[in-house]
C-alpha cells in the first residue's frame, strides 16, 4: 500500500463519511465545551461577585466555594470520561469507515476521476 497523495486526501475529506464524522464530533464537542465554559464562568463570576455565598459554611471549614471548586474537577473527569466512550462508539466506528476507503482505493479512484475536472 503506497502513501496517499493530496488528492486522495482532498476526495476524503470531501466524501459523505468524512462529512458525516466531522457532524458527529461537532455534535459533541461544542455543546459539552459551552456547557464546561458557562459552568466555569458560572463559578468566576459567583466568586468575583458573590463572596459570601462563596463563603458560606456547608460543614466544618468546608463552604460553598470548596465545594464548587472541586465540582470543577469532577465535571472535568465526567466530561473527559463521556468524550471516551462517545470516541469509541461513535466516531472510532465512522473513523473506520473513512480508513477502508483509503484502504480499498475508494479516495484514490474519486481522485483519479476529479483530476483534469472541476471539484
Known sequence: MSTPGADEFIAAQESPEFQRLRKTLRN???PMTAFFLTWYGLYLVLGVFAPGFMGTPVWGNINVGL???LL???TTFA???A??????HRLD???EVVREGFDDGTYAREADAAVGGVR
Open 28 to 30: 459533541f464537542v461544542f
Open 67 to 69: 465545594i464548587l471548586g
Open 72 to 74: 470543577q474537577f469532577v
Open 79 to 81: 466530561i473527559t470520561g
Open 83 to 88: 468524550y471516551i466512550w462517545f470516541a469509541n
Open 93 to 95: 466506528p465512522e473513523a
